[in-house]
T-cell receptor, first 113, second 111 residues
Framework: GAGVSQSPRYKVAKRGQDVALRCDPI?????LFWYQQALGQGPEFLTY????????KSGLPSDRFFAERPEGSVSTLKIQRTQQEDSAVYLC???????????FGDGTRLSIL | AQSVSQHNHHVILSEAASLELGCNYS??????LFWYVQYPGQHLQLLLK??????LVKGIKGFEAEFIKSKFSFNLRKPSVQWSDTAEYFC?????????FGPGTRLSVLP
């Protein structure tokens, strides 16, 4: 499709497991963002990529969170040793450039039991 | 650090009523302002944006927003809502490098 694609849509994991969330941005979009949206809250910034370079990871809540975009297109957000507080919707967005409006994917709803 | 507040957590209106959703940000200077909408079960979509120029911005589906710099506000308006406007609305501010989103306002329009 033409939009931002995220997979899986839903992920349930036991506390302590590692999870990997995938984002396929719109083709040609240089900028890619990850957000965390807790229940009843607005999206909170996690990290930003320009092509393959991770230029800002100031929003990552702990060193258990790791993101990569090795070829400047698909990105993966990995969470190690998951905790219950990691339960949230993880949104990916892409844009032609950082200043341009972002196109959001449907998100991955992560539930940690 | 920049913060964004939205005045109402949940707004309930009847069809044809007028809508105004409040949005205030904390830090002045040059900002870009956005309203996003998230329909039930769907992803966030851009409603409208303000970068510069006319502070009254027209968006899709009959929405508009007015940037009032002196009040640090960017309120969203629609003269007559429809049942299909039922959704969650997020105000966002781009201040320097990153987007900061408000907590969202849920709008329920009763048929």
């Amino acid at each position: 499709g033409a939009g931002v694609s995220q997979s899986p849509r839903y992920k349930v994991a036991k506390r302590g497991q590692d999870v990997a969330l995938r984002c396929d941005p719109i083709s040609g979009h240089v900028s890619l963002f990850w957000y965390q949206q807790a229940l009843g809250q607005g999206p909170e910034f996690l990290t930003y990529f320009q092509n393959e370079a991770q230029l800002d990871k100031s929003g990552l809540p702990s060193d258990r969170f790791f993101a990569e975009r090795p070829e400047g297109s698909v990105s993966t957000l990995k969470i190690q040793r998951t905790q219950q507080e990691d339960s949230a919707v993880y949104l990916c967005a892409s844009s032609l450039a950082r200043i341009q409006p972002q196109h959001f994917g449907d998100g991955t709803r992560l539930s940690i039991l | 650090a920049q913060s964004v507040s939205q005045h109402n957590h949940h707004v309930i209106l009847s069809e044809a009523a007028s809508l105004e959703l409040g949005c205030n940000y904390s830090y002045g200077g040059t900002v870009n302002l956005f309203w996003y909408v998230q329909y039930p079960g769907q992803h966030l979509q851009l409603l409208l944006k303000y970068f510069s120029g006319d502070p009254l911005v027209k968006g899709i589906k009959g929405f508009e927003a007015e940037f009032i710099k002196s009040k640090f506000s960017f309120n969203l308006r629609k003269p007559s809502v429809q049942w299909s406007d039922t959704a969650e609305y997020f105000c966002a501010v781009k201040d320097g490098q990153n987007f900061v989103f408000g907590p969202g306002t849920r709008l329920s329009v009763l048929p």
